[in-house]
């Protein structure tokens, strides 16, 4: 494919003709002619002339730039770092990652010469051969920590020992809620929960006690206990702590079944302050083999019960006389006292009652049915006090209306309306209006002459 360069070519150099497919250079660009004679013009050519790289610092480059053709080499530049191998080496590593500085350590890596093994709170230990290549053995002894304070503690098998007197598990158990205080719980799911305190050796006692005061030498305490061939319940006193009367109570912390004063006296039922009433106290309960000897033939109220371990009896004194467990007592009188609509009446009080007693009427504040309300007398039915603030009443209307001021009234109640006087030659049709709760209501009649005398009644939904 010839191309004709009009450019330098004389003048005389024929442009090319129609169809060709001759290319041509015309004022510094690329051309032809399409079929139709129009010149095209050929896109430009590029104008880049030279190829260069920058380097860094970091980064070497050499060649650069190439203008025709050639080669540019990029390299990692040297830092000042010696290459070596450095022993507890100090180092510096710059932003992108490059170790700009490095140096031996203090020592530089030095070989261990002896190894030794200083131990405290039950761990011992031992060390084979401790200059050359050490091995060494730790054994964990037993445990004497001054105080554990932890929310969780588990010893996976052996005893916790508390060694020294005077020593405590102390922490906040002023919580009235069971679930806060300190529990002793086993871990087997619905497994029996048991618990014990157990002598060291044989011929000593084992007993848990409680103490009135935070100083146990000094305070009144209770024990129960057990060891050798006596186990009970007992009380003393430490120091110059005050001895004080022993309660077993049942169901009330003010009324005691079973009480013991200071002076060994027993009391029976009563009040805690029955322990400092010289008057009410009585002898330690006896037990006997036939009818009550060297007892007085009269005592006080609040007399001791006397058991006949031969009989099977009780003796007990009572309305002047001792008695036993057999003996039925006379009734002297009976009365009836009556309330809520039950009368009552007693014929021979006094050797054999016969008590009668009537149901009379029922005037309850309400009533409440989970069923039906149902008359089953003819001619009785439903009444309802009227008057001031009642649920039921009757109105005058004037004009063909009335407000009816009552507080009964409710937002959801439900108002009947009847006409129980016309007040127009036919009778009017009947609304309520208006109400404000617990205030009034108003009636309207479709008869704005109305004057009919109207009865109305309020009912609540249930």
Request: charged share 10%.
């Amino acid at each position: 494919m010839p191309i004709q360069n009009k450019d330098t070519l004389a003048a005389s150099v024929p442009t090319p003709p129609l169809g060709s497919t001759t290319l041509f250079t015309d004022a510094g660009l690329l051309r032809t002619k399409d079929d139709t004679g129009t010149v095209i013009t050929l896109a430009a050519g590029g104008t880049v002339t030279s190829v260069g790289l920058t380097g860094t610092a970091d980064i070497a480059v050499s060649g650069s730039p190439v203008t025709t053709s050639g080669a540019m080499a990029v390299s990692l530049s040297n830092t000042t770092v010696v290459a070596g191998v450095y022993s507890a080496a100090n180092i510096t590593v710059d932003a992108k990652g490059r170790i700009t500085s490095a140096a031996n350590g203090v020592g530089g890596g030095g070989s261990v010469t002896s190894v030794s093994v200083t131990t405290a709170n039950g761990i011992s230990g031992t060390v084979a051969t401790p200059t050359t290549t050490p091995a060494i053995t730790l054994t964990l002894g037993a445990i004497t920590p001054t105080s554990v304070a932890a929310t969780s503690f588990i010893s996976a098998s052996g005893d916790l020992t508390i060694n020294g007197l005077g020593r405590r598990i102390s922490g906040n158990f002023t919580d009235a809620l069971v679930a806060n205080r300190l529990l002793f719980q086993t871990s087997v799911v619905n497994g029996v929960t048991r618990g014990g305190i157990i002598p060291n050796g044989t011929g000593s006692t084992a007993s848990f006690n409680a103490y009135d005061t935070s100083d146990p030498d000094n305070s009144s305490w209770i024990s129960m206990f057990s060891g050798g061939v006596i186990s009970g319940i007992q009380s003393g006193k430490n120091g110059v702590g005050i001895l004080h009367p022993f309660f077993i109570l049942v169901g009330s912390p003010t009324i005691t079944s079973m009480q013991f004063d200071i002076l060994g006296n027993s009391i029976f039922g009563g009040t805690a302050a029955l322990a400092t009433n010289a008057t009410d106290r009585f002898p330690y309960l006896p037990t006997m083999a036939g009818t009550p000897i060297g007892i007085p033939a009269t005592v006080a109220d609040k007399s001791p019960v006397v058991v006949d371990t031969t009989n099977n009896k009780l003796y007990f004194y009572s309305t002047g006389a001792w008695r036993d467990s057999t003996t039925g007592g006379t009734v002297t009188t009976v009365s009836v006292t009556t309330a809520n609509g039950v009368s009552g009446s007693v014929a021979t009080a006094s050797t054999t009652p016969a008590i009668t007693l009537t149901l009379g009427a029922i005037t309850p504040t309400s009533v409440s049915s989970t069923g039906d309300v149902s008359v089953e007398t003819a001619g009785n039915g439903l009444k309802i006090k009227e008057g001031s603030n009642a649920k039921m009443g009757t109105a005058t209307l004037v004009l063909g209306t009335l407000v009816v001021s009552t507080t009964a009234v409710t937002a959801n109640s439900r108002i009947f309306l009847t006409a129980q006087s016309l007040g127009t030659s036919v009778p009017a049709a009947l609304a309520v209006s208006a109400r404000t709760a617990a205030t009034s209501f108003t009636i309207l009649s479709s008869d704005l002459t109305d004057t009919s005398v109207v009865a109305w009644m309020i009912v609540e939904p249930a």
